[in-house]
């Protein structure tokens, strides 16, 4: 039942050979939540986008395994089609497309892939409407074009849809709490473990404790300098919360 299998992975940035992964190593099983914490430039982002593929990274080393199968042997968009799934820091406003075409195409791509018929616009409207209510979300919300004039808390909600709509087996979450207020932060939260099946995980990518009391982790772990310092439960996160990351640093010894 492991759904991601990452070991000795090494990357570097594609256009200036600039090392940021030094040999992360991380296992994630079904049924699991993932914190990666860190301080800005510990590579959390970096990890998150090679996995999925990202243009601007090379791996010049390692392995990672997703469902048995080598991701790095895949392009970008079958592994979203195998059910990986990114969340964007900053996530990018597409003019011209409404958010319901959006998700009705990145919906159709998976379902083709899985071998499952596409959805017709009124089917996916039926399929969408559920996921929509759960998140708090306005069906007006639909017409909109994707980001576009969004306000960071309706980007959050929206990467959450289209998650929802993915039905994505491993979901990372960047900073999915930036910028969020306490009351955007709890609806995500709540929509995010909303999501949450036996048969799925989440690796959620966090600077702060603050979401961690909301979706709880099984695994924390500590990112410094592009590798994993050290792994640990909840308490870690609260340990590092007390004392910085320099207490973390001197537990890993
Ligand atoms: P984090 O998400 O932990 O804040 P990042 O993965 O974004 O860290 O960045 C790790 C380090 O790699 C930083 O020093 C950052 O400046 C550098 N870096 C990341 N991506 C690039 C890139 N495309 N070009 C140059 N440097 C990069
Ligand atoms: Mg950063
Ligand atoms: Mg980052």
């Known amino acids: 039942n492991v759904l991601l299998e ?9 256009d200036s050979g600039k090392e940021i992964l030094r040999g992360v190593d991380l296992v994630i099983r079904v049924g699991e939540v993932h914190a990666i914490m860190g301080k800005n430039g510990s590579g959390k982002s970096t990890l998150s986008k090679v ?33 990986l799934f990114l969340s964007f820091q900053s996530p990018i406003e597409v003019p011209g497309v409404s958010n319901m075409d959006f998700l009705r195409m990145a919906c159709n791509a998976r379902r083709t892939a899985l071998g499952l018929p596409e ?21 007006s919300f639909l017409d909109r074009n994707v980001n576009e004039g969004f306000s960071g808390g309706e980007k959050k909600r929206n990467e959450i849809l289209q998650l929802a709509v993915l039905e994505a087996d491993l979901a990372i979450l960047d900073e999915i709490d930036s910028g969020l207020d306490v009351d955007a932060l709890r609806d995500v939260a709540s929509a995010v473990n909303g999501l949450r099946r036996p048969g799925n995980a989440l690796l959620m990518i966090t600077h702060y404790q603050r979401l961690l009391d ?4 099984t695994y924390v772990h500590i990112m410094e300098a592009g590798q994993i310092i050290k792994t640990g439960d909840t308490s870690l996160a609260s340990q590092l919360e007390a004392g910085g990351y320099k207490a973390i640093r001197d537990l890993a010894g």
């Open 6 to 14: 990452v070991k000795g992975l090494t990357a570097v940035v594609a």
């Open 51 to 83: 996995l999925v593929g990202h243009p601007d990274y090379e791996v010049t080393g390692g392995t990672a395994m997703f469902k048995g199968e080598n991701l790095f042997e895949k392009v970008p968009e079958e592994r979203s089609h195998a059910g």
């Open 119 to 139: 959805l017709g616009p009124l089917e996916f409207y039926g399929f969408l409407s559920p996921k929509l209510a759960a998140l708090n979300m306005d069906p």
């Open 214 to 217: 909301y979706i709880k982790p």
